[in-house]
DNA sequence: GCCGTTTTCGGCCCGACTGTTTTCAGTCG
Protein backbone atom coordinates (compact mmCIF):
# COMPACT_ATOMS: atom_id res chain seq x y z
CA UNK A 1 0.00 0.00 0.00
CA UNK A 2 1.34 3.60 -0.95
CA UNK A 3 2.23 5.49 2.28
CA UNK A 4 1.24 8.09 0.61
CA UNK A 5 -2.49 7.12 0.78
CA UNK A 6 -2.65 6.19 4.09
CA UNK A 7 -1.11 10.09 5.27
CA UNK A 8 -3.89 10.63 3.06
CA UNK A 9 -6.77 8.96 4.59
CA UNK A 10 -5.42 9.00 8.32
CA UNK A 11 -5.33 13.02 7.61
CA UNK A 12 -9.31 12.98 6.31
CA UNK A 13 -9.93 10.21 9.49
CA UNK A 14 -8.84 13.44 11.40
CA UNK A 15 -11.20 16.21 9.79
CA UNK A 16 -13.94 13.59 10.17
CA UNK A 17 -12.72 13.15 14.34
CA UNK A 18 -12.44 16.69 14.72
CA UNK A 19 -15.64 17.68 12.92
CA UNK A 20 -17.32 14.72 15.33
CA UNK A 21 -15.75 16.79 18.50
CA UNK A 22 -17.44 20.17 16.91
CA UNK A 23 -20.90 18.17 16.85
CA UNK A 24 -21.00 18.99 12.81
CA UNK A 25 -23.60 17.37 10.82
CA UNK A 26 -23.07 13.49 10.71
CA UNK A 27 -23.52 12.57 7.57
CA UNK A 28 -20.60 15.24 6.87
CA UNK A 29 -18.66 13.47 8.88
CA UNK A 30 -19.58 9.95 7.81
CA UNK A 31 -18.27 11.85 4.40
CA UNK A 32 -14.92 12.01 5.26
CA UNK A 33 -14.31 8.81 6.59
CA UNK A 34 -16.14 7.32 3.01
CA UNK A 35 -13.05 9.45 1.19
CA UNK A 36 -10.63 8.10 3.71
CA UNK A 37 -11.56 4.18 3.12
CA UNK A 38 -11.24 4.79 -0.42
CA UNK A 39 -8.51 6.39 -1.07
CA UNK A 40 -6.75 3.52 1.58
CA UNK A 41 -7.88 1.22 -0.15
CA UNK A 42 -7.20 2.05 -4.05
CA UNK A 43 -4.19 1.07 -5.97
CA UNK A 44 -2.86 3.42 -7.91
CA UNK A 45 -0.50 6.28 -5.76
CA UNK A 46 -3.70 9.27 -4.59
CA UNK A 47 -0.75 12.34 -5.47
CA UNK A 48 -0.10 10.54 -9.34
CA UNK A 49 -3.89 10.35 -10.04
CA UNK A 50 -3.68 13.76 -8.32
CA UNK A 51 -1.20 14.79 -11.36
CA UNK A 52 -3.11 13.19 -14.09
CA UNK A 53 -6.09 15.26 -13.44
CA UNK A 54 -8.03 12.21 -11.77
CA UNK A 55 -9.12 12.59 -8.60
CA UNK A 56 -12.70 12.77 -9.45
CA UNK A 57 -12.50 8.80 -10.61
CA UNK A 58 -12.14 8.39 -6.84
CA UNK A 59 -16.01 7.13 -5.09
CA UNK A 60 -16.56 9.69 -2.04
CA UNK A 61 -14.40 12.57 -3.57
CA UNK A 62 -15.93 15.12 -4.62
CA UNK A 63 -15.74 19.03 -5.28
CA UNK A 64 -15.14 19.79 -1.88
CA UNK A 65 -12.28 17.43 -0.85
CA UNK A 66 -11.03 17.30 -4.19
CA UNK A 67 -10.34 20.82 -3.40
CA UNK A 68 -8.32 20.23 -0.09
CA UNK A 69 -6.37 17.80 -2.07
CA UNK A 70 -5.45 20.21 -4.60
CA UNK A 71 -4.17 22.47 -1.66
CA UNK A 72 -2.68 19.67 0.59
CA UNK A 73 -0.76 18.15 -2.67
CA UNK A 74 0.72 22.13 -4.20
CA UNK A 75 1.16 23.73 -0.12
CA UNK A 76 1.36 20.54 2.13
CA UNK A 77 -1.39 22.03 4.12
CA UNK A 78 -4.55 22.82 3.92
CA UNK A 79 -6.14 26.13 5.56
CA UNK A 80 -9.83 24.60 5.80
CA UNK A 81 -8.35 21.55 7.98
CA UNK A 82 -6.38 23.79 10.19
CA UNK A 83 -9.42 25.71 11.30
CA UNK A 84 -11.49 22.94 12.13
CA UNK A 85 -8.35 21.28 14.20
CA UNK A 86 -8.57 25.11 15.73
CA UNK A 87 -8.99 24.44 19.56
CA UNK A 88 -8.23 20.64 19.31
CA UNK A 89 -5.19 19.11 21.38
CA UNK A 90 -3.04 17.28 18.76
CA UNK A 91 -2.80 14.68 21.21
CA UNK A 92 -6.57 13.86 20.51
CA UNK A 93 -5.58 12.32 17.31
CA UNK A 94 -3.34 10.03 18.74
CA UNK A 95 -5.39 9.14 22.04
CA UNK A 96 -8.73 8.71 19.45
CA UNK A 97 -6.30 5.37 18.31
CA UNK A 98 -6.17 3.53 21.12
CA UNK A 99 -9.47 1.02 21.56
CA UNK A 100 -12.31 2.06 23.24
CA UNK A 101 -10.83 5.71 23.18
CA UNK A 102 -13.25 7.48 20.18
CA UNK A 103 -12.75 10.89 19.23
CA UNK A 104 -14.84 12.51 21.99
CA UNK A 105 -13.08 10.84 24.65
CA UNK A 106 -9.86 11.71 23.25
CA UNK A 107 -10.23 15.46 22.90
CA UNK A 108 -11.90 15.19 26.69
CA UNK A 109 -8.84 13.35 28.19
CA UNK A 110 -6.57 15.70 26.42
CA UNK A 111 -8.29 19.30 26.59
CA UNK A 112 -8.76 18.07 30.61
CA UNK A 113 -5.00 16.50 31.40
CA UNK A 114 -3.40 19.30 28.87
CA UNK A 115 -1.68 16.59 27.40
CA UNK A 116 -0.43 18.33 24.06
CA UNK A 117 2.51 16.56 22.86
CA UNK A 118 0.76 13.88 20.58
CA UNK A 119 4.35 11.67 20.56
CA UNK A 120 3.96 11.39 24.47
CA UNK A 121 0.03 11.21 24.88
CA UNK A 122 -0.26 7.86 25.31
CA UNK A 123 1.88 7.40 28.24
CA UNK A 124 1.04 10.79 29.95
CA UNK A 125 -2.80 9.42 29.99
CA UNK A 126 -1.23 6.22 31.63
CA UNK A 127 0.04 8.09 34.28
CA UNK A 128 -2.92 10.02 34.86
CA UNK A 129 -5.35 6.72 34.87
CA UNK A 130 -2.42 5.69 37.19
CA UNK A 131 -3.14 8.32 39.56
CA UNK A 132 -6.59 7.49 39.77
CA UNK A 133 -7.70 10.45 37.96
CA UNK A 134 -10.20 9.34 35.08
CA UNK A 135 -12.19 8.15 37.61
CA UNK A 136 -13.13 11.63 39.16
CA UNK A 137 -14.22 12.95 35.09
CA UNK A 138 -17.84 13.24 34.48
CA UNK A 139 -19.15 10.68 32.46
CA UNK A 140 -15.98 8.58 32.97
CA UNK A 141 -15.79 5.94 36.29
CA UNK A 142 -13.54 3.61 37.60
CA UNK A 143 -14.67 1.02 35.11
CA UNK A 144 -13.39 2.70 32.44
CA UNK A 145 -10.19 3.68 34.00
CA UNK A 146 -9.32 0.43 34.27
CA UNK A 147 -10.18 -0.67 30.72
CA UNK A 148 -8.22 2.63 29.74
CA UNK A 149 -5.37 1.83 31.44
CA UNK A 150 -5.59 -1.96 30.07
CA UNK A 151 -6.26 -0.67 26.70
CA UNK A 152 -3.10 1.55 26.54
CA UNK A 153 -0.95 -1.07 27.96
CA UNK A 154 -2.20 -3.17 24.88
CA UNK A 155 -1.50 -0.23 22.52
CA UNK A 156 1.97 0.31 23.56
CA UNK A 157 3.24 -3.10 23.18
CA UNK A 158 1.43 -3.32 19.66
CA UNK A 159 3.79 -0.23 18.88
CA UNK A 160 6.22 -2.89 18.93
CA UNK A 161 4.93 -5.66 17.03
CA UNK A 162 2.03 -5.26 14.85
CA UNK A 163 -1.33 -7.36 15.56
CA UNK A 164 -2.10 -8.01 12.22
CA UNK A 165 -1.18 -11.74 10.86
CA UNK A 166 -0.75 -13.51 7.00
CA UNK A 167 -3.65 -14.87 6.38
CA UNK A 168 -3.33 -18.46 6.31
CA UNK A 169 -1.99 -18.34 9.94
CA UNK A 170 -4.88 -16.55 10.62
CA UNK A 171 -6.97 -19.28 9.11
CA UNK A 172 -4.66 -22.10 11.56
CA UNK A 173 -5.58 -19.78 14.29
CA UNK A 174 -9.44 -19.91 13.02
CA UNK A 175 -9.85 -23.66 12.62
CA UNK A 176 -8.36 -23.92 16.18
CA UNK A 177 -10.98 -21.53 17.93
CA UNK A 178 -13.71 -23.36 15.36
CA UNK A 179 -12.61 -26.80 16.92
CA UNK A 180 -12.67 -25.65 20.37
CA UNK A 181 -16.21 -24.45 19.82
CA UNK A 182 -17.57 -27.58 18.10
CA UNK A 183 -16.53 -29.43 21.56
CA UNK A 184 -19.89 -27.86 23.10
CA UNK A 185 -22.39 -30.24 22.01
CA UNK A 186 -25.30 -27.26 20.94
CA UNK A 187 -22.50 -26.32 18.23
CA UNK A 188 -23.50 -26.79 14.98
CA UNK A 189 -22.16 -25.53 11.44
CA UNK A 190 -19.58 -22.95 11.61
CA UNK A 191 -17.68 -21.22 9.25
CA UNK A 192 -15.09 -18.36 8.93
CA UNK A 193 -16.47 -14.80 7.97
CA UNK A 194 -14.77 -11.71 7.76
CA UNK A 195 -11.74 -10.82 5.54
CA UNK A 196 -10.64 -14.33 6.02
CA UNK A 197 -13.24 -15.61 3.78
CA UNK A 198 -12.69 -13.09 1.62
CA UNK A 199 -9.56 -14.08 0.91
CA UNK A 200 -7.53 -10.84 2.06
CA UNK A 201 -4.41 -11.06 2.63
CA UNK A 202 -3.80 -9.97 6.43
CA UNK A 203 -6.20 -10.38 8.51
CA UNK A 204 -6.81 -7.73 11.63
CA UNK A 205 -9.08 -9.75 13.53
CA UNK A 206 -10.38 -13.35 13.03
CA UNK A 207 -14.95 -13.42 12.58
CA UNK A 208 -16.81 -16.80 12.96
CA UNK A 209 -20.45 -17.64 13.21
CA UNK A 210 -21.99 -20.84 14.13
CA UNK A 211 -25.33 -22.22 14.30
CA UNK A 212 -26.68 -22.72 17.51
CA UNK A 213 -30.51 -23.55 19.21
CA UNK A 214 -31.59 -19.96 20.50
CA UNK A 215 -31.80 -21.60 24.36
CA UNK A 216 -28.38 -22.50 23.94
CA UNK A 217 -26.69 -19.02 23.15
CA UNK A 218 -25.61 -18.40 26.21
CA UNK A 219 -24.04 -21.24 27.15
CA UNK A 220 -21.86 -21.72 23.92
CA UNK A 221 -20.88 -18.06 24.44
CA UNK A 222 -19.51 -18.83 28.05
CA UNK A 223 -17.54 -21.87 26.55
CA UNK A 224 -16.13 -19.38 23.68
CA UNK A 225 -14.81 -17.43 27.01
CA UNK A 226 -13.45 -20.08 28.40
CA UNK A 227 -10.93 -20.88 25.38
CA UNK A 228 -7.55 -22.13 26.50
CA UNK A 229 -4.88 -19.70 26.87
CA UNK A 230 -7.19 -16.45 25.75
CA UNK A 231 -5.50 -13.00 26.77
CA UNK A 232 -8.74 -11.48 27.63
CA UNK A 233 -12.31 -11.39 27.15
CA UNK A 234 -13.54 -8.27 24.82
CA UNK A 235 -17.16 -8.36 25.46
CA UNK A 236 -19.53 -11.19 25.79
CA UNK A 237 -23.31 -9.91 25.67
CA UNK A 238 -26.40 -12.32 24.91
CA UNK A 239 -25.87 -12.01 21.55
CA UNK A 240 -21.92 -11.54 20.52
CA UNK A 241 -19.30 -12.07 22.23
CA UNK A 242 -15.26 -11.31 21.61
CA UNK A 243 -12.32 -12.73 22.88
CA UNK A 244 -8.39 -11.55 22.10
CA UNK A 245 -6.01 -13.78 21.46
CA UNK A 246 -1.99 -13.89 21.48
CA UNK A 247 -0.61 -12.72 19.41
CA UNK A 248 -3.05 -9.81 20.21
CA UNK A 249 -5.48 -10.82 17.85
CA UNK A 250 -8.85 -10.54 18.00
CA UNK A 251 -12.23 -13.32 17.54
CA UNK A 252 -15.64 -12.14 17.08
CA UNK A 253 -18.14 -14.41 17.50
CA UNK A 254 -21.91 -14.54 16.30
CA UNK A 255 -24.36 -16.91 16.93
CA UNK A 256 -27.69 -17.51 15.05
CA UNK A 257 -30.41 -20.15 14.77
CA UNK A 258 -30.53 -22.05 11.64
CA UNK A 259 -33.74 -20.02 10.19
CA UNK A 260 -31.53 -16.74 10.46
CA UNK A 261 -28.27 -18.05 9.55
CA UNK A 262 -28.07 -16.83 5.96
CA UNK A 263 -28.72 -12.84 6.93
CA UNK A 264 -25.32 -13.25 9.26
CA UNK A 265 -23.51 -14.64 7.10
CA UNK A 266 -24.06 -12.08 4.94
CA UNK A 267 -23.47 -9.29 7.36
CA UNK A 268 -20.58 -11.07 9.17
CA UNK A 269 -18.63 -11.51 5.61
CA UNK A 270 -18.53 -7.80 5.02
CA UNK A 271 -17.21 -5.93 3.93
CA UNK A 272 -18.04 -2.91 5.57
CA UNK A 273 -18.66 -1.26 2.07
CA UNK A 274 -20.24 -3.89 0.33
CA UNK A 275 -22.66 -3.79 3.08
CA UNK A 276 -23.04 -0.28 2.96
CA UNK A 277 -23.86 -0.47 -0.43
CA UNK A 278 -26.12 -3.11 0.33
CA UNK A 279 -27.86 -1.62 2.75
CA UNK A 280 -28.53 1.39 0.28
CA UNK A 281 -29.87 -0.23 -2.97
CA UNK A 282 -31.97 -2.34 -0.58
CA UNK A 283 -33.63 1.09 1.05
CA UNK A 284 -34.53 2.35 -2.55
CA UNK A 285 -36.42 -0.91 -2.78
CA UNK A 286 -38.45 -0.14 0.39
CA UNK A 287 -36.39 -2.97 2.36
CA UNK A 288 -34.05 -2.30 5.59
CA UNK A 289 -31.02 -5.32 5.82
CA UNK A 290 -29.42 -6.02 8.86
CA UNK A 291 -28.05 -9.19 10.49
CA UNK A 292 -31.08 -10.93 11.29
CA UNK A 293 -33.07 -10.50 8.25
CA UNK A 294 -34.91 -8.07 6.30
CA UNK A 295 -37.67 -5.26 6.94
CA UNK A 296 -39.72 -3.18 5.56
CA UNK A 297 -38.40 0.34 5.19
CA UNK A 298 -41.61 1.46 7.40
CA UNK A 299 -40.40 -0.48 10.22
CA UNK A 300 -36.82 0.61 10.29
CA UNK A 301 -35.17 0.61 13.86
CA UNK A 302 -35.65 -1.32 16.32
CA UNK A 303 -38.86 -4.11 16.88
CA UNK A 304 -41.65 -3.16 19.85
CA UNK A 305 -41.99 -6.39 21.47
CA UNK A 306 -44.97 -8.87 19.60
CA UNK A 307 -43.56 -7.18 16.45
CA UNK A 308 -40.52 -9.95 15.96
CA UNK A 309 -42.76 -11.49 12.59
CA UNK A 310 -42.06 -8.11 10.86
CA UNK A 311 -38.70 -9.27 10.43
CA UNK A 312 -38.33 -11.54 7.75
CA UNK A 313 -35.67 -14.16 8.20
CA UNK A 314 -33.08 -16.22 5.97
CA UNK A 315 -31.49 -19.70 6.37
CA UNK A 316 -29.01 -19.11 3.52
CA UNK A 317 -27.12 -16.35 1.48
CA UNK A 318 -28.99 -17.80 -1.85
CA UNK A 319 -31.98 -16.92 -0.41
CA UNK A 320 -31.11 -13.51 1.30
CA UNK A 321 -29.11 -11.92 -1.90
CA UNK A 322 -32.24 -14.15 -3.82
CA UNK A 323 -34.79 -11.58 -1.90
CA UNK A 324 -33.46 -8.75 -3.50
CA UNK A 325 -33.26 -10.28 -7.10
CA UNK A 326 -29.78 -11.10 -7.84
CA UNK A 327 -26.93 -13.09 -7.59
CA UNK A 328 -24.65 -13.93 -4.53
CA UNK A 329 -21.28 -12.11 -5.08
CA UNK A 330 -18.19 -14.47 -4.18
CA UNK A 331 -17.46 -13.27 -0.55
CA UNK A 332 -13.64 -12.56 -2.42
CA UNK A 333 -15.74 -9.93 -4.49
CA UNK A 334 -17.41 -8.44 -1.78
CA UNK A 335 -15.43 -5.12 -1.33
CA UNK A 336 -17.94 -2.44 -2.90
CA UNK A 337 -16.78 -1.64 -6.14
CA UNK A 338 -19.29 -2.79 -8.70
CA UNK A 339 -20.12 -6.42 -7.72
CA UNK A 340 -23.72 -5.31 -6.45
CA UNK A 341 -24.56 -3.58 -9.92
CA UNK A 342 -23.24 -7.07 -11.57
CA UNK A 343 -25.40 -9.37 -9.26
CA UNK A 344 -28.53 -7.69 -10.09
CA UNK A 345 -27.53 -8.15 -13.81
CA UNK A 346 -26.48 -11.61 -13.67
CA UNK A 347 -23.32 -10.73 -14.73
CA UNK A 348 -21.16 -11.52 -12.06
CA UNK A 349 -17.57 -13.46 -13.78
CA UNK A 350 -16.98 -17.23 -13.47
CA UNK A 351 -14.25 -16.66 -11.18
CA UNK A 352 -11.03 -19.20 -11.52
CA UNK A 353 -11.10 -22.33 -8.94
CA UNK A 354 -8.40 -24.14 -7.61
CA UNK A 355 -9.14 -27.27 -9.28
CA UNK A 356 -9.26 -25.34 -12.56
CA UNK A 357 -5.29 -24.96 -12.07
CA UNK A 358 -3.08 -27.51 -14.27
CA UNK A 359 0.26 -26.97 -13.76
CA UNK A 360 2.53 -24.52 -11.71
CA UNK A 361 5.55 -22.93 -13.37
CA UNK A 362 7.84 -21.40 -11.07
CA UNK A 363 9.27 -24.18 -8.10
CA UNK A 364 12.80 -24.60 -6.85
CA UNK A 365 14.56 -28.09 -6.98
CA UNK A 366 17.67 -28.76 -4.92
CA UNK A 367 19.76 -29.27 -8.10
CA UNK A 368 22.90 -27.05 -7.25
CA UNK A 369 23.30 -24.83 -10.44
CA UNK A 370 25.63 -22.55 -7.85
CA UNK A 371 22.43 -20.30 -7.80
CA UNK A 372 22.22 -16.12 -6.74
CA UNK A 373 19.87 -17.48 -4.46
CA UNK A 374 18.34 -20.15 -2.12
CA UNK A 375 18.21 -23.72 -3.75
CA UNK A 376 14.89 -26.11 -3.05
CA UNK A 377 14.98 -28.71 -0.82
CA UNK A 378 13.89 -31.69 -2.90
CA UNK A 379 14.53 -33.61 -6.06
CA UNK A 380 13.18 -32.31 -10.41
CA UNK A 381 11.49 -35.78 -9.69
CA UNK A 382 10.04 -35.64 -6.08
CA UNK A 383 8.37 -31.96 -7.23
CA UNK A 384 7.17 -33.79 -10.30
CA UNK A 385 5.54 -36.29 -8.32
CA UNK A 386 3.88 -34.23 -6.25
CA UNK A 387 2.34 -32.01 -8.91
CA UNK A 388 1.06 -35.03 -10.12
CA UNK A 389 -0.43 -35.71 -6.66
CA UNK A 390 -2.13 -32.56 -7.22
CA UNK A 391 -3.18 -33.83 -10.60
CA UNK A 392 -1.83 -31.06 -12.18
CA UNK A 393 -0.97 -31.86 -16.22
CA UNK A 394 2.69 -30.37 -16.12
CA UNK A 395 5.20 -28.69 -14.05
CA UNK A 396 7.86 -25.97 -14.94
CA UNK A 397 11.37 -25.99 -13.08
CA UNK A 398 12.97 -22.43 -12.18
CA UNK A 399 15.90 -22.23 -9.47
CA UNK A 400 17.40 -19.23 -9.52
CA UNK A 401 20.05 -17.92 -12.15
CA UNK A 402 23.73 -19.12 -11.30
CA UNK A 403 25.51 -16.90 -10.07
CA UNK A 404 27.47 -14.40 -11.86
CA UNK A 405 30.39 -13.57 -9.56
CA UNK A 406 33.22 -16.32 -9.74
CA UNK A 407 31.57 -17.96 -13.15
CA UNK A 408 32.63 -16.52 -16.49
CA UNK A 409 29.56 -16.64 -18.99
CA UNK A 410 30.91 -19.61 -21.63
CA UNK A 411 30.80 -20.91 -17.44
CA UNK A 412 27.32 -20.42 -16.84
CA UNK A 413 26.02 -21.47 -20.40
CA UNK A 414 27.84 -24.83 -19.41
CA UNK A 415 25.90 -24.96 -16.13
CA UNK A 416 22.60 -24.42 -17.95
CA UNK A 417 23.47 -26.89 -20.76
CA UNK A 418 24.28 -29.69 -18.04
CA UNK A 419 21.23 -28.83 -16.27
CA UNK A 420 18.98 -29.15 -19.18
CA UNK A 421 20.49 -32.42 -20.09
CA UNK A 422 20.18 -33.80 -16.51
CA UNK A 423 16.76 -33.01 -16.34
CA UNK A 424 15.78 -34.64 -19.70
CA UNK A 425 17.85 -37.51 -18.60
CA UNK A 426 16.40 -38.41 -15.48
CA UNK A 427 12.89 -36.65 -14.73
CA UNK A 428 10.33 -39.10 -15.74
CA UNK A 429 6.26 -38.95 -15.73
CA UNK A 430 4.97 -35.45 -15.84
CA UNK A 431 5.16 -33.66 -19.08
CA UNK A 432 7.83 -30.69 -17.95
CA UNK A 433 9.23 -27.05 -18.49
CA UNK A 434 12.40 -26.48 -18.22
CA UNK A 435 12.49 -22.71 -16.69
CA UNK A 436 14.47 -20.35 -15.18
CA UNK A 437 13.85 -17.16 -12.57
CA UNK A 438 16.56 -14.38 -13.63
CA UNK A 439 17.50 -11.76 -11.41
CA UNK A 440 16.51 -8.16 -12.67
CA UNK A 441 19.85 -6.25 -12.93
CA UNK A 442 19.67 -2.67 -11.52
CA UNK A 443 20.64 -1.62 -14.88
CA UNK A 444 17.36 -3.62 -16.25
CA UNK A 445 19.86 -6.42 -17.86
CA UNK A 446 19.19 -9.95 -16.76
CA UNK A 447 22.08 -11.63 -14.76
CA UNK A 448 22.12 -14.74 -17.45
CA UNK A 449 24.10 -14.22 -20.75
CA UNK A 450 22.45 -14.57 -23.74
CA UNK A 451 23.63 -17.73 -24.71
CA UNK A 452 22.07 -19.57 -21.59
CA UNK A 453 18.69 -18.95 -22.83
CA UNK A 454 19.11 -21.33 -25.73
CA UNK A 455 19.25 -23.93 -22.80
CA UNK A 456 15.79 -22.99 -20.85
CA UNK A 457 12.14 -22.96 -22.59
CA UNK A 458 11.10 -19.99 -20.84
CA UNK A 459 12.10 -17.33 -18.02
CA UNK A 460 10.22 -15.90 -15.31
CA UNK A 461 12.32 -12.42 -14.63
CA UNK A 462 12.37 -11.07 -10.98
CA UNK A 463 13.18 -7.95 -8.82
CA UNK A 464 16.05 -9.33 -6.17
CA UNK A 465 18.21 -6.02 -5.55
CA UNK A 466 18.24 -2.16 -5.29
CA UNK A 467 14.46 -1.84 -4.54
CA UNK A 468 14.90 1.75 -3.62
CA UNK A 469 15.02 2.86 -6.99
CA UNK A 470 12.66 5.82 -8.47
CA UNK A 471 9.91 4.99 -9.78
CA UNK A 472 11.26 6.33 -13.04
CA UNK A 473 14.37 4.32 -13.09
CA UNK A 474 12.36 1.27 -11.76
CA UNK A 475 10.51 1.03 -14.93
CA UNK A 476 12.69 1.75 -17.46
CA UNK A 477 14.74 -1.06 -15.40
CA UNK A 478 11.77 -3.58 -15.61
CA UNK A 479 10.57 -2.85 -19.26
CA UNK A 480 14.59 -3.54 -20.12
CA UNK A 481 14.22 -6.71 -18.71
CA UNK A 482 10.53 -7.68 -20.14
CA UNK A 483 12.10 -7.40 -23.43
CA UNK A 484 14.40 -10.19 -23.64
CA UNK A 485 13.81 -13.58 -25.40
CA UNK A 486 11.54 -16.42 -23.83
CA UNK A 487 10.64 -13.99 -21.16
CA UNK A 488 7.24 -15.41 -20.01
CA UNK A 489 6.57 -14.41 -16.68
CA UNK A 490 7.11 -11.35 -14.41
CA UNK A 491 7.91 -12.96 -11.29
CA UNK A 492 6.40 -11.67 -7.90
CA UNK A 493 5.86 -8.14 -9.41
CA UNK A 494 5.65 -5.54 -6.68
CA UNK A 495 8.82 -6.79 -4.79
CA UNK A 496 6.34 -6.56 -1.43
CA UNK A 497 6.93 -8.39 1.75
CA UNK A 498 3.59 -8.20 3.80
CA UNK A 499 4.18 -6.57 7.21
CA UNK A 500 7.84 -6.45 6.18
CA UNK A 501 8.67 -4.46 2.99
CA UNK A 502 6.41 -2.15 0.58
CA UNK A 503 6.03 -2.69 -2.89
CA UNK A 504 8.47 -1.35 -5.81
CA UNK A 505 7.10 1.76 -7.30
CA UNK A 506 6.73 1.69 -11.13
CA UNK A 507 4.36 3.02 -13.45
CA UNK A 508 1.89 0.36 -14.36
CA UNK A 509 0.60 1.77 -17.32
CA UNK A 510 4.12 0.91 -19.13
CA UNK A 511 4.55 -2.33 -17.69
CA UNK A 512 0.99 -3.20 -18.15
CA UNK A 513 1.49 -2.24 -22.06
CA UNK A 514 4.32 -3.90 -22.93
CA UNK A 515 3.43 -7.64 -21.00
CA UNK A 516 0.15 -6.86 -23.72
CA UNK A 517 2.09 -6.65 -26.44
CA UNK A 518 4.38 -9.63 -25.95
CA UNK A 519 1.95 -11.51 -24.27
CA UNK A 520 3.65 -11.71 -20.96
CA UNK A 521 2.42 -13.13 -17.51
CA UNK A 522 1.93 -11.42 -14.79
CA UNK A 523 3.14 -13.45 -11.54
CA UNK A 524 0.19 -13.82 -8.72
CA UNK A 525 3.05 -15.55 -6.25
CA UNK A 526 1.60 -17.85 -3.49
CA UNK A 527 3.89 -17.54 -1.05
CA UNK A 528 1.95 -16.01 1.96
CA UNK A 529 4.22 -13.52 2.51
CA UNK A 530 3.66 -12.10 -1.00
CA UNK A 531 0.65 -12.62 -2.75
CA UNK A 532 1.80 -10.56 -5.24
CA UNK A 533 0.66 -9.30 -7.78
CA UNK A 534 -1.72 -7.87 -5.27
CA UNK A 535 -5.00 -8.29 -5.66
CA UNK A 536 -6.11 -4.71 -6.91
CA UNK A 537 -3.61 -4.46 -9.45
CA UNK A 538 -4.48 -7.71 -10.42
CA UNK A 539 -7.67 -6.39 -11.13
CA UNK A 540 -5.96 -3.57 -13.10
CA UNK A 541 -4.53 -5.48 -15.08
CA UNK A 542 -7.51 -7.68 -16.13
CA UNK A 543 -8.95 -4.48 -17.17
CA UNK A 544 -5.94 -3.94 -19.70
CA UNK A 545 -6.33 -7.39 -21.29
CA UNK A 546 -3.14 -9.07 -19.30
CA UNK A 547 -3.27 -12.92 -18.66
CA UNK A 548 -1.57 -13.93 -15.04
CA UNK A 549 0.61 -17.00 -13.85
CA UNK A 550 -0.54 -18.13 -10.25
CA UNK A 551 2.81 -19.60 -8.75
CA UNK A 552 3.67 -21.25 -5.52
CA UNK A 553 7.18 -20.23 -5.88
CA UNK A 554 7.76 -23.39 -4.07
CA UNK A 555 10.89 -24.10 -2.37
CA UNK A 556 9.94 -27.64 -0.66
CA UNK A 557 7.59 -29.96 -1.51
CA UNK A 558 5.02 -29.35 0.89
CA UNK A 559 5.12 -25.28 -0.74
CA UNK A 560 3.23 -26.61 -3.17
CA UNK A 561 0.41 -26.46 -1.65
CA UNK A 562 -0.03 -23.35 -1.32
CA UNK A 563 -1.65 -22.71 -4.65
CA UNK A 564 -4.84 -22.23 -3.03
CA UNK A 565 -3.98 -18.72 -1.57
CA UNK A 566 -2.73 -17.40 -5.15
CA UNK A 567 -5.87 -18.38 -6.42
CA UNK A 568 -7.69 -16.52 -4.23
CA UNK A 569 -5.82 -13.40 -5.05
CA UNK A 570 -7.11 -14.11 -8.77
CA UNK A 571 -10.20 -14.39 -7.69
CA UNK A 572 -10.15 -11.03 -5.46
CA UNK A 573 -8.75 -9.86 -9.02
CA UNK A 574 -12.12 -10.90 -10.62
CA UNK A 575 -9.62 -13.50 -12.90
CA UNK A 576 -11.70 -16.23 -14.82
CA UNK A 577 -10.11 -19.36 -15.73
CA UNK A 578 -9.19 -17.69 -19.07
CA UNK A 579 -6.99 -15.21 -17.55
CA UNK A 580 -4.71 -17.73 -15.71
CA UNK A 581 -2.18 -19.36 -18.53
CA UNK A 582 -1.56 -22.27 -15.93
CA UNK A 583 -5.16 -23.24 -16.30
CA UNK A 584 -4.66 -23.58 -19.70
CA UNK A 585 -4.53 -27.38 -21.25
CA UNK A 586 -1.02 -28.93 -21.82
CA UNK A 587 -1.13 -27.82 -26.07
CA UNK A 588 -2.21 -24.45 -25.61
CA UNK A 589 0.36 -23.56 -22.46
CA UNK A 590 3.25 -25.37 -24.54
CA UNK A 591 2.19 -22.68 -27.69
CA UNK A 592 2.34 -20.02 -25.07
CA UNK A 593 5.47 -20.23 -23.58
CA UNK A 594 6.99 -21.07 -27.19
CA UNK A 595 5.64 -17.40 -29.09
CA UNK A 596 8.18 -15.54 -28.30
C1' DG B 1 -19.88 16.48 2.00
C1' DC B 2 -21.50 13.19 -1.60
C1' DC B 3 -24.61 11.54 -4.97
C1' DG B 4 -28.35 10.26 -8.82
C1' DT B 5 -31.81 3.81 -14.02
C1' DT B 6 -36.95 7.29 -8.79
C1' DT B 7 -33.73 12.61 -7.62
C1' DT B 8 -29.01 18.39 -9.04
C1' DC B 9 -32.35 18.48 -3.71
C1' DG B 10 -33.07 15.73 -0.05
C1' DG B 11 -31.83 12.04 1.37
C1' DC B 12 -27.74 9.41 3.71
C1' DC B 13 -26.73 1.36 6.90
C1' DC B 14 -27.72 -1.03 11.08
C1' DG B 15 -27.32 -3.02 15.44
C1' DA B 16 -24.78 -4.76 19.92
C1' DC B 17 -22.44 -3.81 24.05
C1' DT B 18 -20.72 -1.06 27.98
C1' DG B 19 -20.72 2.25 31.41
C1' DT B 20 -22.82 5.81 33.48
C1' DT B 21 -26.93 6.80 33.43
C1' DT B 22 -32.39 6.21 34.98
C1' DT B 23 -32.97 7.04 28.91
C1' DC B 24 -28.60 7.58 26.53
C1' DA B 25 -23.83 8.53 24.64
C1' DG B 26 -19.80 6.58 22.95
C1' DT B 27 -17.54 3.05 20.59
C1' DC B 28 -17.15 -0.70 17.64
C1' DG B 29 -17.74 -3.74 13.63
Not at 188 to 199: A, I, M, P, Q
Not at 238 to 245: C, D, E, F, V, Y
Not at 433 to 462: C, M, N, Q, R, T
Request: charged share 30%; aromatic share 8%; with cysteine.
Amino acid sequence: MHTINQNVASLLRSVSAALLIKKESRFRIVAYDKAADAIEQMAQDIKALWKEGKLDDVPGVGESIRAHLDEYFKTGKVKHFEHTFKGIPAATFTLMHVPGIGPIRAYKLATTFHLENPKTAVRDLKKVAEEGKIAELESFGSKSQTLIMESLDRFIASEQSPSRMLMPYAAELADRVIAHLKKHKSVGTCDVLGSLRRGVPTIGDIDIACIVPEDQIAAVIKHFTEFPGLLKVDNAGGKKASIILPPRIRVDLRLESDNGYGAMLQYFTGSKAHNIKLREYAIGKGYSLSEWGIKKVEDRGPLAKGDEHKIMRFNTEEAFYGFLKMKVPPPELREGTNEIELALKDNLPNLIKLTDIKGDLHVHSDYDLKPSHDRGAHTFQEMSDRARALKYEYIGFSEHNPKQSGHTASQIVDIMKRRQEYIHKHVKGLPYFIGLEVDILPSGEIALPEKAIDYVDYLIVSVHSSFTQSKEQMTKRVKTALLYPKVRIFGHPTGRLLMKREGIDLNWDVIFDICKKRDIALEVNSSADRLDLPDTLVREGLKNGLRFAIDTDSHALEHMDTMKYGVSVARRGWCEKKDIVNALPLASLKKWIHAV
